[in-house]
């Protein structure tokens, strides 16, 4: 039994054709000056930019994906899209990273002119787009890592123009272009700690790893807690898409008419969806006693 619960709003697909749509022709004109004043800042954050539009495309290409209908061969249909385009946009995000510090270390040993003033008021504009963008999506994001690796993509971009602007301000009171490479090394930094954990959490799911915020061990005590659950045993949890939590597991019943355990399997699918929003369960009941070497069964006697 499954119960299908979308923490999305229905407006989400909406919210990313316009922050896309503006993320893109604020990256034209941050490049253009960027590359006008030369600043490396500048340049890189509009590199950044440009993944954040590929982040928002990819997050709601992965939205439609996720809507199609199983088939034969995929009968779970794209569910996992979402899961796949946040590891993408997390890599994408390393690889600005990489280009970032090669390219500060050159300008640290070999310091070029930057023309703060254009620098400054670019980055202002980039604080005001990527914060609006972060706010409208926020909410969207907390239970989907899909869109959460989104906000991640315009969050880390806001602060970075943070980082831009005070560079600018560096550069305009001491006169050295190194504050814009020292604040290119910043913002790479930013990067990296921002997409981390959107990658390390990817990665997981896509290996069918345990949801972040779900703990096993409390899974099983729960189950095993159930009136009528006398052991629980190969438990497995992991996620069909970005919000979609799944589980199965066998478990022991004892010497009852098979009839009785509709009741207990809605009482158990219930308990799963309030307590962890796990919303497909596959639960095999078992009308046997725990074997004595069996090391993932929890005996019935054991827990009282």
Not at 35 to 54: C, E, I, K, M, P
Not at 136 to 156: E, P, T
Not at 249 to 274: K, Y
Request: glycine share 6%.
């Amino acid at each position: 039994m499954s119960h299908d619960h979308d923490h999305r709003h229905p407006g989400t697909p909406i919210k990313l054709i316009g922050a896309t749509v503006a993320t893109i022709v604020f990256v034209l004109i941050e490049l253009a000056v960027g590359y006008r004043v030369n600043s490396l800042a500048l340049v890189g954050d509009a590199f950044h930019n440009f993944t954040d539009a590929v982040a928002l495309i990819l997050a709601l290409a992965a939205i439609k994906l996720e809507t199609r209908p199983p088939t034969g061969e995929k009968s779970f249909g794209y569910q996992r899209a979402g899961i796949l385009a946040a590891f993408i946009n997390a890599g994408t995000l390393l690889a600005v990273t990489v280009y970032l510090v090669i390219e500060a270390l050159r300008r640290l040993r070999a310091p070029e002119g930057v023309a703060s003033r254009p620098m400054m008021i670019v980055a202002f504009i980039a604080i005001v787009l990527n914060t609006a963008i972060t706010a409208m999506l926020h909410r969207d994001g907390k239970h989907d890592v899909n869109i959460r690796s989104a906000v991640v993509h315009m969050f880390g971009d806001a602060l970075s123009s943070v980082g831009i602007v005070i560079a600018a301000v560096l550069i305009r009171t001491t006169g050295s272009p190194r504050w814009d490479s020292a604040v290119s090394l910043a913002i790479a930094a930013l990067i990296l700690w921002s997409s981390w954990g959107i990658l390390r959490e990817t990665v997981n799911l896509l290996l069918e790893g345990t949801p972040a915020g779900i703990d096993p061990a409390e899974v099983t005590e729960a189950l095993s807690a159930i009136a009528g659950v006398e052991g629980v045993h190969h438990l497995h949890i992991w996620a069909l898409g970005p919000s979609r939590p799944a589980l199965s597991c066998h478990l022991m019943v004892g010497d009852v008419p098979v009839r009785t355990t509709a009741a207990l399997l809605e009482q158990i699918t219930s308990m799963l969806h309030a307590r962890y929003r796990i919303v497909h369960a596959t639960v095999q009941f078992e009308f046997a006693q725990c074997a004595d070497d069996d090391p993932y069964c929890i005996p019935y006697t054991a827990r009282r």
